[in-house]
Structures are given as C-alpha cells and as structure tokens.
C-alpha cells in the first residue's frame, strides 16, 4: 500500500478555523471585518467560523463592541497542557525546596470558571499545619491565590468576575469590590499577594504568580501557614522573598524569560 503524505489529508475548512484563532495571539478582541482583511476570507465564512467556535467555548463575543475575543476553552486546553507536560512536573520540586525552607506547607493552583483549584500540594513536618484539598474550588476574591490570578487579568474581566455579591467568609474578607480592585492593582504591581485570614481564620497565606513562555500567568504558588507561626513581620522578611523567588524559577523553567 502506497503512504500517502500527511498533507494529502489537511481539511482546509480546519485551517481556516485554526486561522481565525491564532490571529488572537496578541490582539484583545477583533472584529469580522478585520478578520477578514487579515486572513482575505469573505465576511461570511469568518462568521460562520467564528459561530462554530463560539458554540465550543473557543470563542466569545463581548455585547459592548460586538468584537471576539478568546473563549475560557482556549484557556482550559492551555492549563490542561501545562498539568500535564510542564506545570506540576517543575512545581514538585521547588515547593518541596521552599517547604524545607520555610517548615510551611506549599501549593499550586489554577484558575478555572471562576474558582481557584489547588492542583498539588507539598505538606509541612510541623505537627500544625494547613493542608489544602487538591481538587478543591477556592473563592478568588478571599484568597491569596485567587487574588494573584485575579490581578493579572484584564480589567474588563476582573469587573465581570467580581459583578456578583462578594461572599463574607470572616470578619477580614474584603466585600467591598472598589476596595478589592485597588488591592488587586497594588499585587499586580508587587507581584505577590497575602490572605490574612480572609477565607479562613487564622490561616495566612502568601501567593506569587507563575507565568510561562507566553508571559501568561498559567498558575500561581503558594506558601501557607497558621497565623501565630506567618506574622506579617515574618512574612515580609521571609515568607515573600522565598515565594516570589520560587515563583521566579518556577516560571522560568516553563520557558518564561528571566
């Protein structure tokens, strides 16, 4: 039997969908005009494309300007694939280092359909200690990982993330959106964010973003702690540096630039 080449079996119709998708990369949101003129396909068949990708999630369309933009699919396909081939591959060994560092637990986390779930946890010796459920959804407003993902999105997504009524889970959850969108820009300027005991009592936690290649933030890394043992004296003089440090490396080994 004669081996036909690979490309004897490319669907065009594919391509063209593949097409509209990867003009995205760097560009917010485009409309079916521009997306036409750039691929030099009929207005007709962008939309159609555009549709069909919209109807999987690959898609969505913002009803303020009618323009598209990437769907959440994109980003579950993306985080999928950093689980599975970088993310928690190199986070196991650098949030053991920064348990033996600290004597504090450590976590990563992704940010999926507005929750944030740890994936992998490295546990402290000490005979009090947090544990975080792997699996488990986290409030994003409340949390320190939550915040972190939260402040590196763009703002139009962050006002309709927190459109809904903040949820008080102790006296210390911020309920208050304006306030939390002022905090929410002064993480993503100090590139790190603390939970003192704002989804649990007398749980602090500090959490620093992890970014790959695309210089997105695909994860975020986390080290928790009782409250009497991470003070914020201790968490500014130790607990900081060390997270945003194995933030650092951890990013730089899914490909980020140094």
Known sequence: MVRREKSNYIIQAVIHALD????????????????????ELHKNNVFRI???LESRGYIEQNRST??????????QLGQTYIQHMGL????????????????ESAYVAVMRKGKVVPLAIVES?????????????????CTAVGKVHLAFEPVEEIQRILSHELTLHTQRTITDRPVLIEQLGV??????????????????????PVKDYTRTVVGSLAVSGP????????????????????????????????
């Open 20 to 39: 509209v998708l990867e003009q995205f990369h760097g560009d917010g949101e485009l409309g079916v005009t521009e997306l036409s003129k750039r691929l």
């Open 50 to 52: 555009l549709a069909t």
């Open 66 to 75: 009618e323009n598209y933009r990437l769907g959440t699919h994109c980003l």
């Open 88 to 103: 928690l591959q190199q986070a196991r060994p650098i949030m053991t280092e920064v348990v033996k560092d600290c004597r």
């Open 125 to 141: 010796d000490q005979p009090v200690r947090i544990v975080s459920q792997v699996g488990e959804n986290l409030p994003l407003h």
């Open 187 to 208: 993480i993503a300027s100090k590139g790190y964010a603390i939970d003192t005991g704002e989804y649990v009592p007398d749980v602090h936690t500090v959490a620093v």
């Open 227 to 258: 409250a009497y043992r991470l003070p914020p004296e201790r968490a500014e003089r130790e607990i900081i540096p060390l997270a945003i440090k194995a933030g650092h490396e951890l990013s730089n080994r899914l490909g980020y630039p140094s």
